[in-house]
C-alpha cells in the first residue's frame, strides 16, 4: 500500500482523497441495498470528475473539497441518514 502502479509515492493529500473515497464505500456498506448502490454511483460519479477537472495544482480547492466531502462523510455515517445526492459546484 502507500504506492500507487506505477512506483511512485502518493502525496499526503492523495493519501487523504483515496480514505475518504474508501470511507464513503464503507459508509454506504450500512445501507440498505437500494441506497447503497445509490451512494456508490454517486460517490465514484462525483470522485471521477473532480479528478478530470480539477487541476491537482489547486491546493486550496481540493482542501475545499476534501473538507465539504469530510461533512458529508459524516452526515452518511448517521444512522439517520439513508442517501446522498450529487452536488455540483462550479469553479476550480
Sequence with gaps: ??????GTRLSGMQKQVLSMYRGF????RS???EH???IESVVSA????NSKQVDRKNFIYIEY???RGKKQLDQLNSPDT???????VEGN
Design 1 to 6: 500500500m502507500g504506492a500507487s502502479k506505477g
Design 25 to 28: 464505500l464503507r459508509a454506504a
Design 31 to 33: 445501507k440498505s441495498l
Design 36 to 38: 447503497r448502490r445509490q
Design 46 to 49: 462525483e470522485f471521477r470528475r
Design 65 to 67: 473539497l476534501l473538507h
Design 82 to 88: 439513508v442517501g446522498l445526492s450529487s452536488l455540483n
